[in-house]
């Protein structure tokens, strides 16, 4: 069975400095799918980030980037130019391409991230 | 895209009555999922739609649990003689047959609380 593994359950950064949040995974399938969501408080999830694993070439989204590291099982989430409002939980998500009937996301258990002024 | 809503945000009961929850997804997307998350948690996937069809159930959902999704739109989540233990945020996601990476967007959940 695949699971997710984020070790860091806390992290804190000052405002406009840059942060790494790290996760890890463990599956034996090939092709796949990794997400970065986030959840600030008593707000909804949403998406920040996602990879396919076939892709080499690391995701960015505006001050987000992913370093992915597919032999090493790596997929950690680095934040540049921290904001306020980047204050939440964030979540690595895996799917699978080939496990049947469903596409359900397998999630880590997060890391609470706080942004300093 | 008005977004996946769901109704109600909150949800006290007491202990042995029945609940039941609705969600709403993005209009055009035609696959509906169902997770439970606990504090300090991440989501843990309890059951998926496609269209109308329930196409998968977690071994998370007891028998005392039941989704619909009777006509491929809005979906149900209903508990029966609800248990302290059934205290969590529920929540609903949504994705589209078609989209390379079926990303999956999320509302902003039901908070159940047993007493």
């Known amino acids: 069975a695949q699971t997710v593994t984020q070790s860091q359950p806390e992290m804190s950064v000052q405002e406009a400095e840059t942060v790494t949040l790290s996760c890890t995974y463990d599956?034996?399938?090939?092709?796949?799918?990794l997400f970065w969501y986030k959840q600030p408080p008593s707000r909804q999830m949403i998406l920040v980030i996602r990879q396919e694993a076939y892709k080499q070439q690391n995701a960015t989204e505006n001050r987000f980037s992913v370093n992915f590291q597919k032999a090493a099982k790596s997929f950690s989430l680095k934040i540049s130019d921290s904001q306020l409002g980047d204050a939440a939980m964030y979540f690595c998500a895996y799917r699978g391409l080939y496990g049947g009937a469903t596409n359900k996301l397998i999630f880590g258990t997060g890391t609470l991230l706080a942004v300093q002024p | 895209d008005t977004g996946v809503s769901q109704d109600p945000r909150h949800k006290i009961t007491k202990r042995g009555q029945n609940v039941t929850f609705r969600c709403d997804p993005i209009s055009e997307h035609n696959r509906l999922y169902w997770y439970r998350q606990t504090l300090g948690q991440g989501p843990e996937f309890l059951t998926y739609f496609q269209n109308e069809a329930q196409l998968e159930k977690s071994r998370l959902l007891s028998d005392r649990f039941s989704a619909e999704r009777p006509k491929g739109s809005f979906s149900t989540l209903e508990i029966q003689r609800t248990e302290q233990g059934d205290s969590a945020m529920y929540l609903c996601?949504?994705?589209?047959?078609?989209?390379?990476?079926?990303?999956?967007?999320f509302g902003p959940g039901t908070r159940l609380t047993v007493l």
């Open positions: 599956t034996s399938e090939s092709d796949y799918y």
């Open positions: 996601a949504s994705s589209r047959t078609g989209d390379l990476t079926d990303t999956q967007y």
